[in-house]
């Protein structure tokens, strides 16, 4: 098994937003249609470990947005059960403008912005944000423009391993992690 990747303390506390793409990063890249009396639909396979290191980057006041060049209602479902504080979808994988102008809303600068990317729709992004992410099997072409690459695979994991590595960096990881063991902990009333 590879070692995780490290990141600085000073990258770490820089980053404002976290951004992901999703196939490929969120899921495994495969996309299951099926028809069913004329009515078209779409599946997507998502790590559920990855969504708690989304809701301890929530915990720790870092916004998460997600933006994918598909359009998907499994998308939209996945992003409102993760309380993201951003969601585009375009079809025309216009993901840099997409990011400008998020950044713009919420007077956030490129370079306190993450992104994690797997692929040529990423690349644009990658070449751009303050620190440039890619999951364990994304392209050679994505993969040079990452300043770290992560050894989980998309849709395996990739999400969360990010997240642990940047809360560890920040020093926040283990009070975040004690945090959520004790609000499960605790009996709701009492």
């Not at 070692?3 to 990258?11: I, N, Q, R, W």
């Not at 994918?68 to 993201?84: D, F, I």
């Not at 770290?148 to 849709?155: C, D, M, N």
């Not at 994991?157 to 940047?166: M, Y």
Request: charged fraction near 30%; charge should be neutral.
């Amino acid at each position: 098994m590879t070692a995780a990747p490290v990141l600085d303390a000073e990258s770490a506390r820089r980053v404002k937003f976290v951004v992901l793409d999703v196939d490929g990063v969120m899921t495994d890249g495969g996309v299951y249609l099926g028809d069913v009396d004329g009515r078209r639909l779409e599946f997507k396979r998502y790590d559920i470990q990855d969504g708690l290191g989304i809701l301890l980057l929530r915990w720790s006041g870092i916004r998460v947005g997600v933006i994918t060049g598909r359009v998907s209602e499994s998308v939209a479902l996945r992003a409102a059960e993760l309380k993201v504080d951003d969601l585009v979808q375009d079809e025309q994988a216009r993901k840099l403008p997409a990011l400008r102008k998020l950044c713009h809303k919420h007077g956030i600068g490129l370079d306190e912005v993450a992104f994690v990317g797997d692929d040529l729709p990423d690349v644009g992004v990658l070449r751009e944000v303050g620190l440039p992410v890619v999951v364990g099997n994304a392209t050679a072409d994505a993969a040079r423009c990452a300043r770290l690459q992560l050894t989980r695979r998309g849709g395996f994991g990739a999400v969360r391993e990010f997240c642990e590595v940047l809360l560890r960096a920040r020093g926040e990881w283990d009070a975040l992690v004690e945090r959520y063991v004790q609000s499960r902990a605790e009996v709701p009333g009492k």
